[in-house]
């Protein structure tokens, strides 16, 4: 941006800015009442080797709190990291974690102490300036929508300047008011945060219901006054009688993927799509980005993705692992990468959607989970032990019907968790409306209160 532009773009900005306050509050600086990024020369003469918190991005919680669960000696983190130390305010400054609201106050801190990321602007309040209040000032509305306008870089390296948190007017009352406010703000948010994760805990039991009705559907059928049979498997128990189980192997082909990097020589190449792992979701593909490799044409024909196909990663989360998804030919000509399966049912006896759904079953996840390969969160399979999956196999119009069936009752399940995500994103605004009007003396909480 250059100087013009940028001033306009300041002049627009601090147009925004309160320049008085209805409650009477004076209208302050932050630089004023807080200190911006602390010097960490204060640490000058303390031993090498105390133990401090280390914090990463990542252990940054949206609308506050710190994970707290890392700590190494000063020595490692003194000169390269950000310093803070407890009752500082943290606010993540780099897009889209200062527009999403990371940021907290810190304390707990090992030896009081705390190193993190560089993309963290730390505010040290003033004996004039309540830790708390400071902290709900830096996630209310006006400092991060201000504040995203005054960022600089391109791209996912905009980043909030130190300038703009040291010059960020706002009104600021008496210190007994401000710690008033953050009692109320802490009050208030509490219940909105006790609604919320009872929201979420409402959304984990309709996906558990749905998984339910889906496992059993494709285990146990649509009739529950059908004879049953054992189906010969522990945890799978009985399934209906006129259902046969079949190896994967006998009802479908296998085709492994592309691997990269090869030397084709003096080969002509042609350029295709291909899918990697990262396109292969948990109930979903994510097509937004699609890589080209380039292969000889009978390499191209090898690895080709057919409609129908049902798609596979070896390895990811243990409890991930066996999801399938099927593909619909959403990119002509697309191959894939060597850690995607491609089980093509026999479609005279395999609805492709059927084995999607068996492999989604807590039938499909017990196989993987007892016949993979485990670390600590990974777990991977081989194409051996997925042909030999066991599947319940119903007649095919029988699959049609059970599908239909899982359609409309996912369908239901599905409604039902927009309505309540709906709900928690209305009480996330709610939320940061609440914070917003409280830290502006929109609110009374001596009424409130009262």
Request: with cysteine.
């Amino acid at each position: 941006m250059n100087a013009a532009a940028n001033k306009h773009s300041n002049k627009a900005t601090a147009d925004a800015w309160p320049s008085e306050s209805s409650r009477g509050w004076p209208v302050l600086r932050l630089r004023f009442c807080a200190t911006v990024n602390p010097s960490r020369s204060e640490l000058n003469g303390l031993p090498e080797d105390t133990e401090v918190s280390f914090v990463p991005m990542e252990s940054v919680c949206e609308y506050g709190g710190l994970r707290l669960d890392q700590t190494k000696p000063l020595a490692d983190v003194s000169t390269g990291y950000t310093y803070f130390r407890d009752g500082d305010v943290v606010v993540a400054k780099i897009t889209p974690c200062f527009e999403n609201g990371k940021g907290s106050i810190a304390y707990g801190l090992t030896s009081g102490l705390g190193f993190g990321t560089t993309e963290l602007h730390v505010l040290r309040p003033s004996p004039r300036l309540d830790p708390a209040f400071l902290f709900y000032l830096t996630i209310s509305h006006p400092f991060r929508s201000i504040g995203a306008a005054h960022m600089y870089g391109a791209g996912g390296q905009k980043r909030v300047p130190d300038d703009f948190v040291r010059d960020f007017r706002h009104p600021i009352p008496v210190l007994d008011e401000q710690r008033a406010i953050a009692a109320f703000i802490n009050r208030e948010t509490a219940r909105i945060d006790a609604l919320i994760e009872k929201k979420r805990r409402q959304i984990e039991l309709l996906h558990e219901k749905r998984a339910a009705l889906i496992s059993h559907a494709v285990t146990k059928g649509l009739d529950p006054t059908a004879p049953m049979k054992d189906s010969g498997i522990e945890w799978l128990g009985q399934v209906p009688a006129r259902w046969s189980m079949k190896r994967l192997k006998f009802i479908s082909s296998l085709q492994t993927g592309l691997t990269l990097g090869k030397k084709y020589g003096d080969e002509e190449l042609v350029a295709r799509p291909y899918l990697r792992v990262a396109n292969v979701q948990d109930g979903y593909l994510d097509l937004e980005t699609i890589t080209e490799v380039e292969v000889p044409a009978r390499e191209a024909r090898r690895y080709e993705l057919e409609a129908g196909d049902v798609l596979m990663t070896e390895g990811g989360d243990f409890d991930k692992l066996g999801r399938g998804y099927v593909w619909e030919g959403q990119i002509p000509g697309c191959l894939h990468q060597n850690h995607i399966f491609a089980v093509r049912p026999d479609t005279r006896v395999l609805n492709p959607h059927f084995l999607s759904a068996v492999l989604t079953s807590s039938h499909g996840k017990n196989y993987f989970t007892s016949t993979s390969q485990q670390t600590t969160n990974l777990a991977s399979t081989n194409s051996t032990k997925l042909r030999s999956l066991p599947v319940p196999l119903p007649p095919l119009a029988e699959q049609g019907d059970i599908l239909e069936w899982v359609a409309r009752s996912a369908g239901l399940e599905e409604a039902m968790m927009g309505k309540v995500s709906l709900s928690i994103d209305l009480l996330r605004e709610y939320r940061t409306a609440l914070i917003s009007a409280a830290v502006t003396g929109k609110i009374d909480v001596r009424q409130e209160a009262g």
